[in-house]
């Protein structure tokens, strides 16, 4: 297993795979950027659209129990085996031959069982400028997710990941800048994602 992998993958496709979250990792937070490595490949890049907790039995749904974190645990801790946490990315960018990033869907899907980390800050800051993976967000965004939402989440991981008010600032505008024309200049939709990410 990679020593940092989250997760690993149990649906994919050119736009979008599903990773389940090994039970003793974090899930990553919504808007994260997340990288998959398959074997003999590029490396893939994609955003975190979705976090879903639930039953691994899709006929036996989970109930209230009526018991602290800590009454679980002592009273019923099978119960938390039972349960799993997957994550759906939208792919949005691969390693070129040279080791350029470039903001396209891959050629092939990740493999199943291909392991997910978290992208670093340096990876992160090379999905930069031109900010082309937004174009991708904002006119084929996933149906089932809130595409301003997911826009802010994303704004707000360049601005961390530059050192947030440390040097996040100027590629938080260009980002927006180049947010704005692919809104075709909505600025009271421009002005509503930039609002909630500071």
């Given at each position: 297993m990679e020593r940092d992998a989250l997760g690993e993958v149990i649906e994919a496709s050119t736009r979008q795979f599903v990773a389940e979250v090994y039970e003793e990792a974090a899930a990553p937070d919504?808007?994260?950027?997340?990288?998959?490595?398959?074997?003999?490949?590029?490396?893939?890049?994609?955003?975190?659209?979705?976090?879903?907790?639930?039953?691994?039995?899709?006929?036996?749904?989970a109930v209230a129990l009526g018991l602290s974190p800590e009454?679980?645990?002592?009273?019923?801790?099978m119960v938390d085996e039972l349960l799993r946490t997957t994550?759906?990315?939208?792919?949005?960018?691969c390693e070129g031959p040279n080791g350029e990033i470039r903001q396209t869907l891959p050629p092939q899907p990740p493999d199943?069982?291909?392991?997910?980390?978290?992208?670093?800050?340096?990876?992160?800051?090379?999905?930069?400028?031109?900010?082309?993976?937004?174009?991708t967000l904002v006119e084929h965004p996933d149906s089932d997710v809130p595409v301003d939402d997911l826009l802010v989440a994303v704004l707000r991981r360049i601005y961390a990941a530059h050192g947030g008010e440390q040097g996040g600032r100027p590629p938080l505008v260009r980002a927006g800048r180049a947010l704005s024309r692919l809104l075709d200049d909505d600025h009271e939709r421009l002005q509503s994602i930039l609002r909630r990410v500071l």
């Open positions: 919504f808007g994260t950027w997340v990288r998959v490595e398959p074997e003999g490949a590029p490396p893939l890049f994609g955003l975190v659209s979705h976090v879903e907790t639930g039953s691994y039995d899709s006929n036996r749904q009454e679980r645990a002592q009273e019923m801790p994550v759906r990315t939208q792919m949005l960018a199943i069982h291909d392991f997910v980390a978290l992208c670093t800050d340096e990876q992160v800051r090379a999905l930069g400028a031109p900010f082309d993976f937004l174009r």
